[in-house]
């Protein structure tokens, strides 16, 4: 089987697993945790990073922290994963759907469209004329790797009041190349960042998320709701409602020997996706999903185009072949506001999703690829189409 996505530990993971065990710190208290906050920081060019135990802990925490209230609504890309919807609602708020670009982001001038056309200002904030609810923040996600106009959303939002919460769970590496963020790592521009370390992405710690900001209220905020809110840790007084949220020094420790690897991942990634543009540029029937121009893209995920697919069947066709010789391959996700618990939520002028849905194929992107089965990725797909 060439998988499509999975992890590469061949740092230092062992040497630390073996230090918590053998110092018997494993749980959510440790030097690994502090230094894989720390690191984290640095290397996105933030002030402050809290670890989580998941991308979708992290989201959750940060939407409080911004301030986002039941009922309340947020803006959200239907072409994510159904984490961030789910942390939406977790908060008895409620999601509003946007279409995506060619880049499989946020459609930025159908978000321009709907704020002007759909929306109205008052007392200090934005409110949806449908539903006459409080629109509080956006969620905008950089899927796969491509990082989003973030120049565009900073300045369609600001001065409407809307909290940017970055979804970079798959933008580890990703960077601005222009611009007034230029340098500037994905996740580091809204006003809190998430991050995720689940076993398929860029690095992993088996599982877990980090928070990242400028802001040190945010910061504080989301570590004292991911540790149960803790106000006297000697008496257990707990002023709020908290959760158990807090990344593990064992997960932490693979973390931070997987960051050591960060730039080797990055660079491989990249030199996946350009193999693939070179060996498959010849085949009509397909093209490489495009990435934007403006950053530099960890391409954490390459993916195909059909070019010439009508429906589903043909996509289908292609990944159960792949499938039966041994090859993983994965459709892009189900778009959100047709998922069972989203189809009643509010969704804005969706066409692109839904035709980049029904034509897109993930390919094995895993850093551990060699040259050959790379090759053999290549040989099939041409064969098929």
Known sequence: ???????????????????????????????????????????????????????????????????????????????????????????????????????????IEKLETFFKEETYYKDGSTFNKLSNKKISAIIPVHVSGNAVDMESIVSICEHRNIKIVEDAAEAMGTKYLEGKYKNRHAGSIGLVGCLSFNGNKIITSGGGGMVITNDENIANKVKYLSTQANNDSLQYVHNEIGFNYRLTNIQAAVGV???????????????INNYYKSELKSVDALKINPSPEYSSNNHWMTSIFLKNAFDEKLRDSIMNKLGEIGIQTRPMWH???????????????????????????????????????????????????
């Not at 039941?70 to 890309?77: L, W």
């Not at 020997?257 to 030199?271: G, H, I």
């Not at 002028?349 to 690829?369: F, R």
């Open 335 to 385: 778009l959100c506001h047709l998922q069972k618990p989203y189809i009643k939520k509010q969704s804005y002028k969706i066409e692109n999703a839904l035709d980049i849905q029904m034509k897109t194929i993930n390919i094995p992107s895993s850093t551990g690829i060699s040259e050959e089965q790379l090759s053999e990725v290549v040989l099939k797909l041409k064969h098929l189409l």
């Open 257 to 271: 020997a997987q960051l050591e690897k960060l730039d080797d991942f990055v660079l491989k990634k990249n030199q």
């Open 1 to 107: 089987m060439i998988p499509l996505s999975v992890p590469n530990l061949k740092g230092n993971e062992s040497i630390y697993l073996k230090n918590c065990i053998d110092t018997e710190w494993v749980s959510s208290v440790g030097k690994y945790v502090n230094d894989f906050e720390f690191q984290i920081a640095k290397y996105t060019g933030t002030k402050y990073a809290v670890a989580c135990s998941s991308g979708t802990a992290a989201l959750q925490l940060s939407l409080i922290a911004v301030g986002v209230e039941p009922d309340d609504e947020v803006i959200v890309p239907t072409m994510t994963f159904i984490a961030t919807p789910n942390s939406v609602s977790y908060l008895n708020a409620n999601p509003v759907f946007l279409d995506c670009d060619k880049y499989l982001n946020i459609d």
